[in-house]
């Protein structure tokens, strides 16, 4: 009993130590809560409904695909129209996207994955171009900003412009459905 008693008071000891080693900190959050409102809607050459865009990437031959190197091959446009209510004291806004929560990273993080499944392509995945022909980078949290222009009563617009491609992403070739999706978010700074 003696052993048990002492071995236990040891592990405390020892283990209470431990603990007394440990580094605490704090995490801050900070941030803004505005009264705007704004709305996205597809704009030309661009599909869907009000903060539901739909890209129509149409039907391509793995023979015409782009890759990361050269993504622009078959890019297709995406125009976003922005109207915000109540904007003030901001200039610029940012669309950020969450393509874990849609069809998910692909094998090379900065692009999307297509959704898998019966009858899914493979060895393709999407890419987000910016107007200076870079890959967005997915999996680093990039995205795409624009200018908001304030107009009367504080309404503001912008347009926001990126193109999508189809490029392989090293894996073996299969035809098929090449469907893909991922939330986006809007801040202003």
Known sequence: MKKILLLTTLAVALGSHGLAQANTGTINFTGNITTSTCE??????????????????GEVSFHDLG????????A??????????????????????????????????RLLSVTTGAGAAAGVAVAIVDDSNNIVNLGAGEGIEAKLIIGAGGTATADLSMRAAYVLNGTAPVPGDANAHMPF?????
Request: charged share 20%; with cysteine.
């Open 40 to 57: 996205v809607r597809p704009g030309a050459g661009t599909g869907g409904s009000l903060d539901n865009i739909l890209v129509p990437m």
């Open 67 to 74: 890759s990361v190197t050269e993504p622009v091959g078959g």
């Open 185 to 189: 978010t809007l801040s202003y700074f």
């Open 76 to 109: 297709v446009a995406i125009n976003l129209e922005l109207t915000c209510d109540g904007i003030d004291d901001v200039t610029d806004v940012r669309m950020s996207f969450d393509p874990r929560s849609g069809s998910g990273l692909d094998t090379d993080p």
